[in-house]
């Protein structure tokens, strides 16, 4: 009864489209930074607190709002404003280092076309060490079953809930890599 209540909300804050999650005991627990893509301010926030947590999370590409009171009335509505970090560096979550020969089977084991494709294999790698809450990349390898190039990469997770993830990218009509799943 408790989680429903508590995950559920009045429909007068339906255009919210706002997402609860409810979980069993208690502390920290990681999740990918790129789930949140907004900062709602209360209305009786403090610069100095609206500044530290923009600080805290720059180089984010999030948006900010700022709950205003709406005049003559009990009721506030969202202003977006500024963000003061706009020009920080990108927030990069990860970046492990991998040995691209350790991954990767020889010629002779891979085939020579599927080792042709090596240096779009470090691309995707490139992608992959930035890539949240992964811990260590432990495959790299390239398939030709399709007779186009598939690109596959697996981690070990950091919270091991999954243990490990896959990665999966093929290129465009312009030989650029890009990720299918």
Known sequence: ???????????????????????????????????????????????????????????RGLSYYKMELINKSYKFKPERIADKYADAPQYIANSLDYDIDELLMTASMLGEEAYSYKDKLIQALEIVKHEPLIKKIYIATVSMESGEPLFIIWAYTKSGIPASKEFNFKLNEKGEVYRVK
């Open 1 to 59: 009864m408790l989680k429903t209540y508590l995950g559920s909300k009045s429909l007068s804050w339906k255009h919210e489209d706002e997402y609860r999650l409810i979980f069993e005991g208690k502390g920290f627990f990681d999740i990918d930074y790129r789930a949140i893509t907004g900062i709602y301010f209360g209305y009786r926030m403090h610069e100095n607190e609206v500044d530290f947590i923009m600080d805290k999370l720059k180089g």
